[in-house]
């Protein structure tokens, strides 16, 4: 069955730390894998990624898939504590979407 | 981990059938669920907020009558498509809550993709 799983399952850093964010999946049919920030209501979309190698960045935050691992990352630098959300990964092929539990990130000042 | 489930994972029906969606917390007590619904251009939107033992709260624009939602439980709330129509497919993903205060942590489920023939 695809499965997406995300580590750590919950992070604790100081502002101003930097922090990597993991996701790996096991999927048929790849399309895409996206990245979202949870903070209040619906999650906010940050990424999507579809090609191996490519970084995407939006300010601090950057993320690049691994198709060989099956893997991507989601890096945020000099964090700040308005970063602190639960962020989640998901994964899509061709006839579904599956998303993975997310990650708890708390930066404290 | 906490852990939310979602059952099924992908759902097929005809147009004008009812079809119910199940989210369980495994492990934990859920005092809130929530409910959302994924539409293009990769958004989630909140639908519905159920809270154990009471009625759920919806989002504005939500028909109530057409996706009911109830949290019996501390540990399953179910998401009812009534007479669904093909422009009711899309995936349907919920999360839960174990606390009504601080820390507003949710641990989201896999999510159900509906698809009405």
């Known amino acids: 069955e695809d499965k997406v799983v995300q580590s750590p399952l919950s992070l604790v850093v100081h502002e101003g730390d930097t922090v990597t964010l993991n996701c790996s999946y096991e999927v048929t049919n790849f399309r895409s894998l996206l990245w979202y920030k949870q903070e209040k209501k619906a999650p906010t979309f940050l990424f999507m990624l579809t090609s191996s190698g490519i970084e995407k960045k939006s300010g601090r935050l950057s993320s690049i898939l691994d198709k060989k691992e099956l893997s991507s990352i989601l890096n945020i630098t000099a964090t700040q504590t308005g970063d602190s959300a639960i962020y989640l990964c998901?994964?899509?092929?061709?006839?579904?979407?599956?998303f993975g539990a997310g990650t708890r990130l708390t930066v404290k000042p | 981990g906490a852990v939310v489930s979602q059952h099924p994972s992908r759902v097929i029906c005809k147009s004008g059938t009812s079809v119910k969606i199940e989210c369980r917390s495994l492990?934990?007590?859920?005092?809130?669920m929530f409910w959302y619904r994924q539409f293009p251009k990769q958004s989630l939107m909140l639908m519905a907020t159920?809270?154990?033992?009471?009625?759920?709260?919806?989002e504005q624009g939500v028909e109530k009558d057409k996706f009911l939602i109830n949290h019996a439980s501390l540990t399953l709330s179910t998401l009812t498509v009534t007479s669904a129509h093909p422009e009711d497919s899309s995936f349907y993903i919920c999360?839960?809550?174990?606390?009504?205060?601080?820390?507003?942590?949710?641990?989201f489920g896999p999510g159900t993709r509906l698809t009405v023939t």
């Open positions: 999360s839960a809550r174990e606390g009504a205060g601080p820390p507003y942590e949710q641990y």
């Open positions: 159920s809270n154990e033992g009471s009625k759920a709260t919806y």
């Open positions: 998901a994964v899509e092929n061709n006839n579904d979407m599956r």
């Open positions: 492990d934990f007590q859920a005092t809130t």
